[in-house]
């Protein structure tokens, strides 16, 4: 049994900055990827980052330089800092990893924080 729990979501102005954490816990031999999507009512779940076991990390083009993805492998956390936060970033934030468990591998996926920007 893993759980994922995701924090650091919250109500901010347009400009301003938001660090989302992502844990997992449970019996976890290994994680491999772990990534960030985001979804608004309605639409599609899509991909905001991701960042290998080793710290390479890709991002969405809508991204613009304005959020780092980080991990802490000793802790199973990933964050990812969001600054200049515009009113279009407003969506519920989603983590997602890769694992290797006792029982075998599989991916998990977190339950959503949510991200408001408005003045």
């Known amino acids: 049994q893993v759980h994922v729990v995701e924090s650091g979501g919250g109500l901010v102005q347009p400009g301003g900055s938001l660090n989302l954490s992502c844990t997992a816990s449970?019996?976890?031999?290994?994680?491999?990827?772990m990534a960030w999507y985001r979804q608004a009512p309605g639409k599609e779940r899509e991909f905001v980052a991701d960042?290998?076991?080793?710290?390479?990390?890709n991002y969405a083009d809508f991204v613009e330089g304005r959020f780092t993805i980080s991990r802490d492998n000793a802790k199973d956390a990933m964050y990812l800092q969001m600054n200049t936060l515009k009113s279009e970033d407003a969506d519920s934030y989603y983590c997602?990893?890769?694992?290797?468990?006792?029982?075998?591998?599989?991916?998990?996926w977190g339950q959503g924080t949510q991200v408001t920007v408005s003045s």
């Open positions: 997602y990893m890769t694992l290797t468990l006792r029982a075998g591998k599989g991916d998990v």
């Open positions: 449970g019996d976890i031999f290994r994680i491999g990827i």
């Open positions: 960042i290998t076991t080793g710290g390479l990390t």
